[in-house]
């Protein structure tokens, strides 16, 4: 993962943080030791603490909060945890401890992130409401709508009122209260981790249940939301719940290179802090040890784990600029792996993750990788969005950080927020939600305008629709990718230019087939509400596609029967019966049968010559034919041919369009609405999305022929209208 947890969990010994300074002038900031967060139970509750004081129980959580925020009014902290024990006196958890450790645990996690007051306010209140007689008005009257708004926010719905569904439906609305305001998850992931770390007093069943959600969903949330510090953990505590041999065969692996005498990780470290030191870079140089689900990763991949495979270097420094060169150091003075560099400061991730990764090469073949980011991209990259304090407070004129991101509607939750209100049950919310939040890769394409789409990797042209137009996607037609014409099947990748071409039909309806490349729940659900809606049209699509499907094989049996054999002499394929007669063509072979080629279809004013044929006719070709060539190389002897004073001409045309309900029909009337009468015509099965439509017509003057393409053009649908191209050599 793009970072470590500091936090993790760490049943046996890991490897040490090794750090120093790079130069005698730039000696290490000093750290506060962490606290060991399942001791807090034995913390004193309320106390003789006078009136006025705070109690001694938040000693740590008002160390932690003042670590972060030197200047924080606390009284706010002190009246919650007054409320929150009072209200809470009495009740256990199920492991003995009483009940205000819980609300004191999840308060201390996110004081160690950097929450602010706000949010430890609500954090120590987030179960009043769920668990005590404690109302939200009360909460709003003491402690202002912002905690008000908190509290509701992870506040359970009751089963009693919603059965099976409460717990889909607790996440809808949790997930609705986090589009407003993202310190809602924030405590909910805070909530979920103290709740996992003390599971083991639970029944196994439930443990694996509770396992089960916490992977599929709060996981990939707060890998969204970038709080790594606390999805690392989770990840840890799920893998020891739901895979416990792979678990204990990981620990075992830690455990012994621990145990090891050499630390090739601390031999580069010192290293690194040498070629630094020298290039007078400030900067802290630690090592990481990966944590348990990073390790067993590592191992599935690579086998046999060596000592640099357990942890990987940190370097942290104060500005951006001081990133790159120490990268330039790293690449000129040691052994870089080329391939591992990664530069997500440039293009920093989805979740505001940001940092450089490259790899270095130790002569006895070993890989090391290596992190490169400020302080400050290091601290977010631990506590995402929780880093960024309240995000909906103005931020000052000149801000020490410079712009503050908002991250209230990233791409991935605006789709979520916006697919959740068309979802038709709690059960499809809940088997949706977890399937789209399984998708943990975001890709951004652009649009003609400049804008950007924000869509899960894998997602299509179909996807790009429906999250620019919503349900107006319905009259998509097509698309250009990076300006060329592309299907609505077309899958995307990261940086395209995406335009959309949408019909002027306002009856336009969706294809069934499009539910084959709808990647993203918006689209889906918005394509299945359709088809719900209208299951007469829904049923005459299918009925048209199986009459197309049938014509097709028609056509091809045909095509089949018909299929001319080529005479000794090397000529295109001809049959007299099958080919248009060329009554306005004039030969120099008087008497002679005149006959189009089929395979090129000259028309006036094409240049054309001719070749005799079987049977005294001669075959008129288009000269760039391939069949010409064909013939000249054969030996065959040019007939002299011109065109005569009849205008009536045949021709083939090739109609290329996306796949549409009722396209044939309205692209045959367009055609016969131009006086042309269709002679033959072949319907190619569709692929991707795309069918190609092959039409021999007659028309009454060639004069014509540029007006009926135009026409067949402006049909919905259609997208290039060319003629028949002489078959290629070879051919």
């Known amino acids: 993962m793009s970072a470590e947890a500091t936090n993790s969990v760490t049943p046996g ?56 925020h030197p200047d924080a009014d606390l009284e706010p902290l002190r009246r919650a945890y007054v409320l929150a024990e009072s209200s809470h006196r009495g009740q256990m958890r199920k492991s003995g401890e009483p009940y205000i450790t819980h609300p004191l645990a999840v308060t201390l996690i996110l004081a160690e992130l950097g929450a602010e007051t706000t949010t430890l306010t609500a954090s120590l209140l987030h179960d009043t409401v769920e668990d005590t007689d404690v109302t939200l008005d009360q909460v709003g009257e003491q402690f202002g709508e912002e905690v008000r708004y908190l509290v509701d926010g992870v506040t359970k719905l009751e089963k009693v009122d919603y059965g099976a569904a409460a717990e889909p439906e607790t996440f809808r609305k949790m997930l609705v209260a ?50 790594q510090a606390l999805k690392t953990e989770l990840e840890d505590l799920v893998f020891a719940i739901l895979r416990p041999e792979e678990y204990e065969h990981t620990r075992e692996l830690i455990v012994r290179n621990a145990a090891r005498a050499d630390d090739p990780l601390a031999e580069v470290a010192d290293e690194v802090r040498t070629v630094l030191r020298e290039a007078d870079i400030p900067a802290e140089v630690l090592i990481r040890p990966r944590h348990f689900v990073s390790v067993h990763r590592v191992s599935r991949k690579r086998g046999r784990l060596r000592g ?33 560099f990664k530069d997500f400061i440039a293009v920093p991730k989805f979740n505001l993750y940001q940092s450089l990764h490259t790899a270095v090469a130790r002569e006895d073949g070993q890989v090391v990788e290596v992190l490169i980011r400020t302080h400050q991209m290091h601290k977010v990259a631990e506590a995402g969005v929780v880093a960024l304090g309240n995000p909906y407070a103005p931020a000052p004129d000149d801000p020490a950080d410079g712009e503050r991101v908002d991250p209230t509607r990233p791409g991935w939750l605006s789709r979520l927020l916006d697919w959740q209100e068309a979802a038709p049950d709690p059960d499809h919310f809940w088997s949706t939600l977890r399937e789209d939040l399984a998708q943990d890769r975001e890709i951004t394409v652009f649009r003609p305008d400049g804008g950007t789409i924000g ?24 698309a250009r990718v990076n300006g060329r014409l592309a299907t609505l099947s077309t899958v995307l990748k990261d940086g395209d230019t995406v335009q959309l071409l949408m019909g002027q039909d306002p009856a336009s309806e969706p294809s069934r087939e499009w539910l084959d490349h709808a990647h993203t729940p918006a689209a889906r659900i918005a394509i299945q509400r359709w088809l719900a809606a ?42 007299p019966a099958a080919r248009p007669a060329g009554g306005n063509v004039l030969t120099d072979r008087p008497g002679a049968t005149v006959r189009l080629a089929g395979c090129c279809t000259p028309v ?56 549409r309900p009722h396209l044939l029909a309205d692209l045959t009337e367009a055609m016969a609405l131009e006086g042309a009468e269709i002679v033959s015509a072949t319907v190619e099965p569709p692929t991707q999305q795309q069918v190609r439509h092959t039409y021999t017509v007659q028309l009454p003057d060639a004069a014509h022929l540029p007006a009926l393409m135009r026409a067949m053009r402006n049909v919905a649908g259609v997208y290039d209208v060319t003629r028949a191209q002489p078959q290629t050599q070879g051919g």
């Not at 790009?464 to 137009?469: E, K, L």
């Open 534 to 575: 209208h299951p007469a049209q829904a049923e005459a699509q299918q009925t048209e596609a199986r009459e197309d499907r049938q014509a097709e094989e028609r056509a091809a049996a045909v095509q089949h029967a018909t299929a001319d054999a080529p005479d000794p002499a090397g000529s295109a394929p001809e049959q």
């Open 178 to 227: 986090t589009g407003n305001d993202v310190r809602v998850m924030s405590i909910k992931l805070a909530d979920r981790l103290h709740n996992m770390r003390t599971l083991g007093v639970m029944r196994p069943e439930k443990q694996e249940r509770i396992a089960k959600v916490t992977r599929d969903v709060l996981i990939p949330l707060a890998e969204r939301l970038g709080v």
């Open 455 to 478: 869509l899960p990797e894998g997602a299509t042209c179909v996807d790009a629709a429906y999250a620019q137009y919503g349900e107006d996607a319905h009259a998509c037609i097509g």
């Open 308 to 340: 640099s495979d357990f942890g990987r270097l940190l370097v942290l420094v104060n500005e951006d600029a001081d990133c790159y060169g120490v990268l330039g150091e790293l690449h000129t003075c040691m052994t870089p792996v080329v391939s591992e």
């Open 604 to 659: 006036r004013p094409d240049e054309i010559t001719g070749f005799a044929v079987r049977g005294g006719a001669v075959t008129v070709h288009r000269v760039e034919c391939a069949a010409v060539a064909r013939m000249k190389d054969a030996g065959r002897a040019e007939v002299g041919v011109r065109w005569g004073e009849a205008t009536e001409c045949r021709v083939t045309l090739v109609a290329e369009s996306f796949v």
């Open 13 to 68: 010994p890991m490897p040490g943080a090794v750090s120093g300074p790079v130069t005698p002038t730039a000696p290490r900031r000093k750290s506060r030791p962490r606290i060991d967060l399942r001791r807090l139970g034995r913390a004193a509750l309320l106390g003789p603490a006078a009136r006025g004081r705070l109690p001694d129980a938040i000693s740590h959580v008002v160390d932690a909060h003042r670590a972060h």
